[in-house]
């Protein structure tokens, strides 16, 4: 199915701080998930996946955790910075496909 | 890294006009591309499933008269946005499938065009 929300949840969070972001999708089919970071006017960019026979996956400054019971998927990032402010969004794909569906997706702002 | 190239970036047309908008997977190769539309403040909804040297495959709901995908090459997929209207005004974004060293399926996008029919 497709996401579509009329707006997008903000998450403000002081700089230096950790962020949490948080998404829950919808097929428990679902075998693979990537968390995606838009900033205004360009195209997504990739920043940390997992897949499905994993619970927790750990980037530079990031960390993803999936809870398969509840379906439910959250990014974290550690010492939030100025430049981590975009909107995050997290796709999922379905087991014997390529089809991405994004999730409605969450503002990041970060606080000076 | 994989690197998926978007053109135009920006097109500006009249009524009942139409738009093509070109996705390139400039260092791999792509069977498979897809075309997702994303209106303000919105997420990502898919469209089609456009797949080298067959039809594309449309998301329901989504016109395959009106939005027309060609995936001629490994690649080039193009979009066509026939008889443009005002509604059709958006952020088109393409993407590609690319394998990761790791042996992962990362879905690569380009940076988006921005539609706006007058």
């Known amino acids: 199915g497709e996401s579509v929300g009329l707006h997008l949840p903000t998450l403000s969070v002081q700089e230096g701080d950790n962020s949490i972001i948080n998404c829950a999708y919808s097929?428990?089919?679902?075998?693979?998930f990537i968390w995606y970071k838009q900033e205004s006017g360009k195209g997504p960019q990739f920043i940390i996946d997992?897949?499905?026979?994993?619970d927790k996956r750990q980037g530079q400054r990031v960390t993803v955790l999936l809870n398969k019971t509840v379906k439910h998927l959250s990014l974290q990032i550690a010492a939030t910075q100025p430049g981590d402010s975009a909107v995050y969004f997290c796709?999922?794909?379905?087991?014997?496909?390529?089809?991405?569906?994004f999730g409605t997706g969450t503002r990041l702002k970060v606080l000076a | 890294g994989a690197v998926v190239s978007q053109h135009p970036s920006w097109v500006i047309c009249k009524s009942g006009t139409s738009v093509k908008i070109e996705c390139r997977s400039l260092?791999?190769?792509?069977?498979?591309m897809f075309w997702y539309r994303q209106f303000p403040k919105q997420s990502l909804m898919l469209m089609a499933t456009?797949?080298?040297?067959?039809?594309?495959?449309?998301e329901q709901g989504v016109e395959k008269d009106k939005f027309l995908i060609n995936h001629a090459s490994l690649t080039l997929s193009t979009l066509t946005v026939t008889s443009a209207h005002p509604e059709d005004s958006s952020f088109y974004i393409c993407?590609?499938?690319?394998?990761?060293?790791?042996?992962?399926?990362?879905?690569?996008f380009g940076a988006g065009s921005r539609l706006t029919v007058l």
């Open positions: 993407s590609a499938r690319a394998v990761t060293s790791s042996g992962a399926n990362v879905l690569t």
């Open positions: 097929n428990s089919a679902s075998d693979y």
């Open positions: 997992i897949r499905s026979n994993m």
């Open positions: 796709a999922e794909k379905t087991s014997g496909t390529y089809k991405y569906i």
């Open positions: 260092d791999f190769q792509a069977t498979t």
């Open positions: 456009s797949n080298e040297g067959s039809k594309a495959t449309y």
